[in-house]
């Protein structure tokens, strides 16, 4: 299995703050990695794909970045709507698997 | 826009098959992979397995001795089957779809998800 690592997993921030997220994998994956936010309760929702896409709808506050064995999610200019937690996803090969998550609180 | 919706009962007793269906409406099955996901109680997301439209399947290995997932493209629905259940199954269960771009299959619509629990 490919293990994920997020950093940290959990942090305090600030509206109008700008917050970055690390996601480390135990082998390189190239370009092979997304990022979901989950709101308390909800479903994952998408956010960035192959590392650095925006989803189509997603703000463009939120960029990603990275290849191989070390990624980032930066937000900008955090919102209320912001405060979530954040999980990296590898789709390098057929058994997908997910960091332990980054919850992001006032 | 696609909509997915899981459906089952909330409640399965130890050794009992967990059985959950998941409904897509307003978009095509074909040519996608369907994939269930679970999260325990406070713990990560783990991927269970996917269906493609065609009926092929690739289960997370942890689960495959138990799992199976299969599609009806007739009635827009897949669903997943989870054998001699136990405590540790108990999760939050999530229908998705993966929208492949480029060799890239990220999970860009997701079900609302459904809570089962396994208890006696």
């Known amino acids: 299995d490919i293990q994920m690592t997020q950093s940290p997993s959990s942090l305090s921030a600030s509206v109008g703050d700008r917050v970055t997220i690390t996601c480390r994998t135990s082998?390189?994956?190239?370009?092979?990695l997304n990022w979901y936010q989950q709101r308390s309760d909800k479903a994952p929702q998408l956010l960035i794909y192959a590392a650095s896409t925006l989803q189509s709808g997603v703000p463009s506050r939120f960029s990603g970045s990275g290849s191989g064995t070390d990624f980032t999610l930066t937000i900008s200019n955090l919102q209320p709507e912001d405060f979530a937690t954040y999980y990296c996803q590898q789709s390098y090969n057929t058994l997908w698997t997910f960091g332990q998550g980054t919850k992001v609180e006032i | 826009q696609v909509q997915l919706q899981e459906s089952g009962p909330g409640l399965v007793k130890p050794s009992e098959t967990l059985s959950l269906t998941c409904t897509v409406s307003s978009g095509s099955m074909n040519n996608y992979y369907w994939s269930w996901i679970r999260q325990p109680p406070g713990m990560r997301l783990e991927w269970i397995g996917y269906v493609y439209h065609n009926g092929g399947t690739s289960y997370n290995p942890s689960l495959q001795s138990r799992v199976t997932i299969s599609v009806d493209t007739s009635k827009n629905q897949f669903s997943l089957k989870v054998n001699s259940v136990t405590a540790a199954d108990t999760a939050v269960y999530y229908c998705?779809?993966?929208?492949?771009?480029?060799?890239?299959?990220?999970?860009?619509?997701w079900g609302q998800g459904t809570l089962v629990t396994v208890s006696s």
């Open positions: 998705a779809r993966h929208g492949c771009t480029n060799g890239v299959c990220p999970l860009d619509f």
């Open positions: 082998q390189s994956i190239s370009i092979y």
